[in-house]
Structures are given as C-alpha cells and as structure tokens.
Nanobody, 124 residues
C-alpha cells in the first residue's frame, strides 16, 4: 500500500489543521490506519488509529478531545483533524496502515506501510 500525506504547515497555538492521507495499491487488505508523530530528537509516538471496517477509533491521551481521525469513503483516505494546537504538537506526522488485527496499535513496528510524513509546526 502506498500512502501520501498532505496538509501540514506552520500555525500559531490554538489554530487548526487537517491532515490527509491517501492510500493506493492493495487497499482491500487494510485492517486499520493510524497517525504517528515524531518530534526532533524523539521517538515516534502514537496519535490515533481507526479501524477500516467500522470506523472505531482510539487516541493517545494528548490527542483526546483535540484531534479527530476519520476515514473518507470511497477515496481510501484518512483525515486527522488537529484542533487547539499546542507547541508540543510540533513534529512530522506519519500515516501508516496495518493489514492484520492486533492489540498493540500504539507500537510503530506492528504497522506494515508508512507514508513520507508531513511537517506540523506550532508556534507559541
């Protein structure tokens, strides 16, 4: 599966952004799609995940109440709506998919394909 992210940018604290991830290729096998982010010098961390079949989603504690993950049918796309952004949200945001089910959705190594990432920079 090929993944392409877009929608990043430089914003002020309190602003909003919508990130888009478009999937192509063998999309019929996708079980879930997720967003991770990586700040400079830090490890990649889980943000949100959505189950492809029914839209059930889970969020990190930092994302709850501010971010929303949505699957866009029939475009094989996933949105991540970022609201009330904070400087600590700065980083490269990556889209990823998994072809099988599993419990460890917060662990990057359990995912199969990754996009190149899109930069989000939030200024105070």
């Amino acid at each position: 599966v090929y993944l392409v992210e877009s929608g990043g940018g430089s914003v002020q604290a309190g602003d909003s952004l919508r990130l888009t991830c478009v999937a192509s290729g063998r999309t019929l096998n996708i079980y879930s799609a997720a967003w991770f982010r990586q700040a400079s010098g830090k490890e990649r961390e889980f943000v949100a995940v959505i189950r492809w079949s029914d839209g059930v989603s889970y969020y990190s504690d930092s994302a709850k109440g501010r971010f929303t993950i949505t699957r866009v049918d029939p475009k094989n796309a996933v949105w991540l709506q970022l609201s009330n952004l904070k400087p600590e949200d700065t980083g490269v945001y990556y889209c990823t998919i998994r072809n099988g089910c599993g419990r460890d959705y917060q662990i990057p190594a359990t995912y199969d394909d990754w996009g190149q990432g899109t930069q989000v920079t939030v200024s105070a």
